[in-house]
């Protein structure tokens, strides 16, 4: 069954960067697109950015242009997001997701991992 863990959440101080982790392991990794999500309690999942597997290209919301840089390592099954000059309304729950189309829409994608928290203090 395939899986997505994420890692490399944690508090961390406004002004410094984070990179986050998501490691897909089991069955077969054929997915067209990857993404990551953020969510604060009680909001719905919002796209950070996404990426198309094959060429490792990332889009971002216009939002969320600017400080996010999304990549992945094709040999590892390993996304990432870059997150710089945190600020504390970066404070939320983020998700990797794994699915068939780029998109910012959380219901397009099919597997989710559990989150890793980050906490930006000001």
């Known amino acids: 069954q395939e899986r997505l863990v994420e890692s490399g959440g944690g508090l961390v101080q406004a002004g410094n960067s984070l990179r986050l982790s998501c490691v897909a392991s089991g069955g077969s990794f054929s997915y067209y697109a990857m993404a990551w999500f953020r969510q604060a309690p009680g909001n719905e999942r919002i796209c950070v950015a996404s990426l198309r597997w094959h060429d490792g290209s990332g889009y971002y919301p216009t939002s969320m242009k600017g400080r996010f840089t999304i990549s992945r390592d094709n040999a590892k099954n390993t996304l990432y997001l870059e997150i710089h000059s945190l600020k504390a309304e970066d404070t939320d729950v983020y998700y990797c997701?794994?699915?068939?189309?780029?998109?910012?829409?959380?219901?397009?994608?099919?597997?989710w991992g559990q989150g890793t928290q980050v906490t930006v203090s000001a």
């Open positions: 997701a794994a699915g068939q189309d780029v998109s910012f829409t959380a219901s397009n994608f099919d597997h």
